[in-house]
């Protein structure tokens, strides 16, 4: 089975990539640069799976991604929670 379908679909997902890049550098709000971050994290997710598929090691890499989303959806909710409350004003 050829790897070249599950880079390709990667490498466009990593240039989707570059408009959550630009939510983060760019955005008008810290929201919104929270939501560029939590974009950026559910896509690098989505890469791990494809590479752990293209490489035909599914199992371990299944691992890692539940374990980057847990912890970028963790960090996402935090750092909304503490924005939200007054943020470094406090």
Known sequence: MSVLPYVACAVALV???????????????????LLGLSAFGTTTTLVLLLTGVAYDQLDMFVDVSLAYALLSFVGAVASARYFERGGPQR
């Open 15 to 33: 240039l989707v990539v570059s408009v959550y890049v630009y939510r983060l550098a760019a955005g008008p709000s810290v929201f919104d640069r």
